[in-house]
Every structure is written in C-alpha cells, then in structure tokens.
C-alpha cells in the first residue's frame, strides 16, 4: 500500500496533469458525494431558495451516481434529510402533526429509493442507456407517489420551473410528471456528453505520446445522440417562447376578485377568533366594492373567499326533515341563506364563499360535516354548492378513526370530514347581464361555467381532470378553474410557493384559466399558460382583481393530457416496482 501511494506521489510530481486525473476519478467514485449534492441541488431548486437552474444538476449528478455502486440506506437518508426540511411545515399546526412529518418524511423517501435502485438495474443489469433509464424511471417513480395511499405530489422537481411558462407547456399532453421526465432526460443527456468529455480527457492524458491510440467510438455515439438531444429539446423550448401568444386577451372578459388573507389558523381555536377571521375577509369585500364605486368601475362579476373563513355553517337536512330533538324553527334552519343573500345584495355581487356544511340525519346528534364552497347570487334564488371529494388525511379525517375512542387525542383535535363523490360546475356571469337576473341558466356569450376545487385538490392533477370530463359528460361546459384554500395553518413558510405551483400547472394540463383564493397563501390569477397575472403580496390581506378573458365563440379544445391523461405512467410505475424487486433480490443473494 505504501509502495503505491508513493509511486502515485512521485507520478504526481513528474506530470501535474495526473491531479486533474485523480482528482475527477475521486469524484465519479464518490457516489455518495454526488447523490448527496444532487438532494442538495434539488432542494436549492425549490422554494423557499428557488434557485430553479440548479433543476437541471440533479440529473446531472444522479446520474454520475447512478453509475457507481452505492449503499441503499445513503440514499434513503439523503432523502429523509431532503424531505424533513422541504415540508417541515406540516409540524406548524400543532405539536403532535411533527409525528405526521416524520412519518411522511420516511414514507417519501422510500420514493427516491425506489428511482435509484430502478435505475440501477435498468443500466448495469439490462443496459439501457442512461438516457432513456433516467427519465422513465422518474416518470413511473413520481407516477406512484402521486397515486399511492392518496398521492402526494408537493416538492416535484418540475415545481421549479412554475414561474417560467415556456419551460412547462409540456405539461398539457403529458401531465406536470411528463415535465419532470424532460428535465431527468436533458439533465441526462448533459451528462452523457460530460462523461464522454472527462474520459477522452483522461485517455488522452494516459496516451499521449503512445502510438495506436483509437478513439472510443461507441462512447462518441452516445455522446453525439446526447447532443442531439440536448439540441433538440433546446430548439422546443425556443419555439415555445417566440411562438406562443401569452397575452391571454382574447374573447370575452370576466372581472374576479380573489380575497387574500392573512389570519393565522389554529386548531380548535376561540369561536371570536374565527368571527375575527370572517370579518377581515368583509371588510375587505366592502373595501373593494366601496372603491369601485367612487371611481365608477364595475362591480366584479364574482368575489371568492378563501377556503372555511365563513363561520356561519350550512345547514340541511337528509329528506328535508328537520329532526324532532333539534327543536329547531324554519327560521333557524335557513339562517345562514338569509344571511348569504343579504350580504351578495349589498354588495350588489356574486359571491363564493369558503365555509362548512352540516348534514343532519336520523341520528342529529352526529350530524355529517363536509368542506364546502357556496355560490350566492344577489339577484337569484338559486344557490351552488360544491363539497369537497379529496380529504387530507389527519386533517380532514383519521384513517381508521371508527376504530379508535372517541377522546382519543387526534380526534378530539382534528374534527372529521366527509367528502362528496360528485363536481361542481358554477356559472359566472357578466355583472348586471340578464342572465344573472335569472334564474335560469342558458348559453351565451355572458356566460362561462367554473369548475371548483378546495385546497389540497389543486396537487391531485388526476382528481381536477376527472372533474372537468364528468362536467362535460353532464352536459356543462366549465371553461376556468376555481380554488379556495386556507394555508394559514402554515405560518406563511415556503409551503405557500409550494402550494401556488400545483396551481400553475393545473392551469396549464387543462388550458383553463385559474383563480385561487387562500388565507395565508397566495391567492392570483393564473392564465391558461401559466402566466401568474395578479397575485397578491405575501403575508399581506388584500383584494387581488385581474380579469380572466375567455372565448366562448370557440368550443373548448380538450388538451392531450385532459383527454388520455397520465395513465401512460401506470406500465412505468408498474415496470420500476418490477426492476426495484430485483435489484433488491439480487442485493439479497
């Protein structure tokens, strides 16, 4: 051993060059190194530093580490490290959701576990070329997570790029998963011509001088497809930016103001604190409306709440029977209608509001609480109502909670939902057109149908592309993207960039404009392409009003994505489980 590090040394000393050789070979071997700085880079890629270049160095450097034998725990903790601080925020709530966030930390990290060893047996075992191994492996990987146990789809390697519209208009055939498959693909691909490019450097230092050197050919091939590629999907992205119209001002226009909020939420919090809450929202509606009159500006065709600020609930009940023991008026049961009313009347405006429902039943003591979004209008006594049909776990609903007692901590803090099985188209209307005089709705220029989604719906892309096929399927025509949230529970950390990136690419799958309200979040205006046209500031309470312009002389065009999906990704998903088995059967043996 000594002998060697003092021929090494002495090697050294008699041709410098041989540090850059040894230096480079450390690194290609140092697969932890390289897998650890990748994590690293995908992180710094996200927000909350949002460095989005650094994207395209995660596949770089995995791939470099895909190339090297490495332990499969390295990895696993990388990705627990990656994870425990990219959504440290779900601990904010409460103390006990820190047990939630380790234990969906662990869980996704099983994830980038599951991509490497994938990868790794798809290269070594079966040779397929890094190229081609990289991205589809991450397309079945992130088809998984976003599937799986509910799906979890925050934190995706394409979310860096949500403020750069040209780079993510792929996502309208492919889903925002098809994204992240072309950065694994280009970042691959620049490193194909990376590793070409170091080892002719090497060859060339350990040849030179030496007669019958030969060019690695097959190495020149691969680099030269590499190339190509990159040169390809270079030339899409140009083609994109210089071609695509995104001023977005075409047809007709629809004034929405979306309130913003900035009251932080607690659990089980005061009941004078959730009337505290609602009253920001009021005031800034009058606020809204009183200012538009002095200037003569018309009045919004629609104002939306965010996301469970109201905190007069609905109230019905199954058969419309009030029960007996509730010992309950006529009057007291529509309290909350005639209060609604009133409100949309004074502010002479269509309102959605973010509140909850109260199913009563039989058993009235155990009355059925869905998260829901109303839709009032001033002049009309037809009202809308979408209850929300994708719950969060642990807080919305406990899984197996039928099981536990009824004092059991986590009930007692997290009051249990349920959800709906069917969409809501509502119909927004030109401010003073006959049609929103009416009550009946008919087809016209002045009229376009919005489909609505609460919260955490916006990061299942699956859930809002079901919901405007089974719209159509009915008979409507929903032609803009509704969402009401409430991230106050977050502390306005960077989950509030997180969260306004599943909408971007909503927007963009289904080419519909988008609206979100949130209290604690962002709330904006987001056109077909994903360009963020108004957004509010952060940690700010305000009214944020843009227009959406949409033209209903044209029919609506379904998108790739809306009409075959992702389910491309289900023989992927299928495929990397498959190839993960046997690298772990191996690993094994």
């Not at 090297?68 to 904010?92: E, G, H, M, N, R």
């Not at 290269?123 to 990987?141: D, E, K, Q, S």
């Not at 075409?250 to 979306?258: E, L, M, Q, R």
């Given at each position: 051993m000594s002998t060697d590090s003092g021929c090494y040394a002495r090697n050294d000393l008699a041709h410098p060059q041989q540090n850059v050789y040894h230096a480079l070979i450390a690194m290609f071997r140092s697969s932890i190194l390289l897998f650890f700085l990748g994590g690293l880079c995908y992180?710094?890629?996200?927000?909350?530093?949002?460095?989005?270049?650094?994207?395209?160095?995660?596949?770089?450097?995995?791939?470099?580490?895909?190339?090297?034998?490495?332990?499969?725990?390295?990895?696993?903790?990388?990705?627990?490290?990656?994870?425990?601080?990219?959504?440290?925020?779900?601990?904010?709530?409460h103390p006990l959701t820190a047990v939630g966030l380790f234990a969906l930390s662990a869980y996704l990290s099983l994830y980038w576990l599951?991509?490497?060893?994938?990868?790794?047996?798809?290269?070594?075992?079966?040779?397929?070329?890094?190229?081609?191994?990289?991205?589809?492996?991450?397309?079945?990987?992130?088809?998984?997570?976003?599937?799986?146990?509910g799906g979890f789809s925050f934190c995706a390697l394409e979310h860096a790029f949500y403020l750069y519209p040209p780079l993510i208009q792929l996502a309208s055939i492919g889903g925002s998963m098809l994204v992240g498959g072309i950065i694994m693909f280009f970042g691959a691909a620049l490193c194909e011509i990376f590793v070409f490019f170091v080892s002719s450097v090497i060859k060339m230092i350990n040849r030179k001088g030496h007669e019958g050197y030969k060019e690695d050919k097959k190495g020149a091939f691969g680099a030269s497809v590499a190339t190509s590629s990159v040169c390809a999907v270079l030339l899409h992205v140009?083609?994109?930016?210089?071609?695509?119209?995104?001023?977005?001002?075409?047809?007709?226009?629809?004034?929405?103001?979306?309130?913003?909020?900035?009251?932080?939420?607690?659990l089980n919090a005061d009941p004078k604190e959730?009337?505290?809450?609602?009253?920001?929202?009021?005031?800034?509606?009058?606020?809204?409306i009183h200012e538009r009159r002095q200037s003569g500006t018309p009045l919004p065709d629609v104002i939306v709440f965010p996301e469970t600020i109201c905190h007069i609930p609905v109230v019905t009940f199954e058969g419309a029977v009030i029960p007996a023991d509730l010992?309950?008026?006529?009057?007291?049961?529509?309290y909350w209608e005639t209060e609604f009313r009133e409100f949309a009347q004074r502010i002479e405006t269509p309102i959605i509001l973010g509140l909850s429902?109260?199913?009563?039943?039989?058993?009235?003591?155990?009355?059925?609480?869905?998260?829901?979004?109303?839709?009032?209008?001033?002049?009309?006594?037809?009202l809308y109502r979408y209850?929300?049909?994708?719950?969060?776990?642990?807080?919305?609903?406990?899984?197996?909670?039928?099981?536990?007692?009824?004092?059991?901590?986590?009930?007692?803090?997290?009051?249990e939902a349920h959800h709906s099985d069917k969409p809501v188209?509502?119909?927004?209307?030109?401010?003073?057109?006959a049609a929103q005089r009416s009550d009946r709705i008919g087809q016209g220029s002045e009229f376009v149908e919005a489909s609505v989604n609460i919260c955490f719906e916006s990061s299942v892309a699956h859930l809002i592309r079901r919901q405007v096929l089974t719209l159509r399927k009915q008979g409507r025509d929903p032609r803009m993207l509704i969402n009401l949230s409430n991230d106050g529970w977050f502390r306005f950390s960077h989950q509030m960039e997180q969260h306004l990136a599943t909408h971007v690419f909503r927007a963009v799958e289904n080419r519909m404009s988008y609206v979100t309200a949130a209290n604690g979040g962002f709330s904006a205006i987001i056109s077909p392409l994903g360009v963020i046209g108004q957004m509010g500031e952060r940690g700010a309470a305000e009214a944020v009003s843009g227009t959406v312009s949409i033209n209903l002389d044209e029919a609506h065009t379904l998108t790739i994505y809306q009409k075959y999906g992702d389910g491309y990704a289900l023989p992927v998903g299928i495929g990397v489980l498959v190839l993960a088995c046997i690298g772990f059967w191996e690993r094994r043996r």
């Open positions: 992180y710094a890629a996200l927000p909350p530093l949002h460095i989005a270049p650094l994207a395209l160095a995660v596949p770089i450097l995995w791939g470099l580490a895909i190339r090297q034998p490495i332990k499969w725990y390295y990895v696993y903790f990388t990705a627990l490290l990656f994870w425990l601080t990219s959504i440290w925020w779900i601990a904010c709530p599951l991509f490497f060893v994938s990868a790794r047996v798809a290269v070594h075992r079966y040779n397929v070329p890094l190229l081609i191994a990289m991205p589809v492996c991450w397309i079945g990987t992130e088809y998984l997570r976003c599937r799986i146990l140009l083609l994109v930016l210089f071609v695509v119209d995104y001023s977005n001002n075409k047809g007709t226009h629809y004034s929405i103001v979306a309130l913003q909020g900035n009251r932080q939420v607690y959730a009337e505290k809450t609602f009253l920001q929202f009021v005031n800034l509606t009058y606020q809204e010992d309950w008026t006529e009057e007291d049961a529509t429902t109260y199913v009563f039943g039989d058993d009235s003591n155990k009355p059925k609480r869905l998260n829901s979004a109303l839709y009032v209008r001033p002049d009309s006594s037809s209850d929300k049909m994708h719950l969060v776990m642990f807080g919305e609903y406990i899984p197996f909670a039928e099981y536990l007692p009824d004092d059991f901590i986590l009930r007692t803090l997290c009051p188209a509502f119909p927004i209307m030109k401010a003073g057109s």
